[in-house]
């Protein structure tokens, strides 16, 4: 990852180098400021800048120092920045310099996201397994829920028919008094 973070240093520089030739020569900002201006859509790039011969900015993106001269040495406060200098000629002993910084965060990130897919894996397992298990206890607990209901069910219905017994046994009771109460007054 590294080494292909290298590469690409490469070809920015070379690719750059070959665009800002003119805003170099010619002391344009906005030419320059068009050539750099694409390089924000890369998330590897943590800072890039032209500058003249004088060591005057023309134009950067992100983090770059304020000035620079082709024997300034770059040092950034962040580690994981490749830094590449390179001269962009112009006239016999006249260059302007590109600076380009490469973060190697994103490649860290993926190297951190890489080693975590095996854990992630395991993690997504156990949870899968979880979830079978309290889909197997759901289920048991939904059979026992219906067995209850059907034994309440039963129950209920063995209560409505002794209870319906126990009615028509009153009521021939009641009728059977009414009858005798109805021959005592006859007989009266």
């Known amino acids: ?3 292909s973070l290298r590469a690409k240093a490469a070809m920015y520089s070379s690719n750059l180098s070959a665009q800002l030739y003119g ?12 050539a750099i201006q694409p390089l ?3 998330k590897n790039v943590y800072g890039a800048a032209v ?10 993106v992100g983090e770059f120092p304020p000035a620079l001269l082709s024997t300034d040495r770059v040092k950034l406060p962040d580690d ?42 395991t993690a997504v397992v156990l949870l899968f397994a979880i979830l079978l298990a309290l889909s197997n ?8 829920c219906v067995s209850l209901f059907e ?9 409505k028919h002794r209870l319906e017994k126990l009615v028509s046994e009153r009521t021939r009771e009641l009728e059977r008094g009414r009858e005798q109460y109805r021959l005592v007054v006859e007989g009266t």
């Open 1 to 3: 990852l590294e080494k």
């Open 23 to 34: 805003a170099v020569a010619t002391n344009d900002t906005v030419i320059a400021d068009e």
């Open 40 to 42: 924000l859509s890369d």
């Open 51 to 60: 500058y003249l011969a004088s060591g005057r900015r023309l134009a950067g």
């Open 80 to 121: 994981r920045v490749l830094v590449t200098l390179s001269e962009i000629r112009v006239d016999d002993g006249v260059a302007g310099n590109l600076f380009l910084a490469l973060s190697t965060e994103p490649i860290e990130s993926a190297r951190f996201r890489a080693a975590q897919v095996p854990a992630m894996t």
């Open 137 to 144: 206890t759901f289920s048991v607990m939904m059979s026992e």
């Open 151 to 159: 034994e309440r069910r039963q129950m209920e219905r063995t209560e």
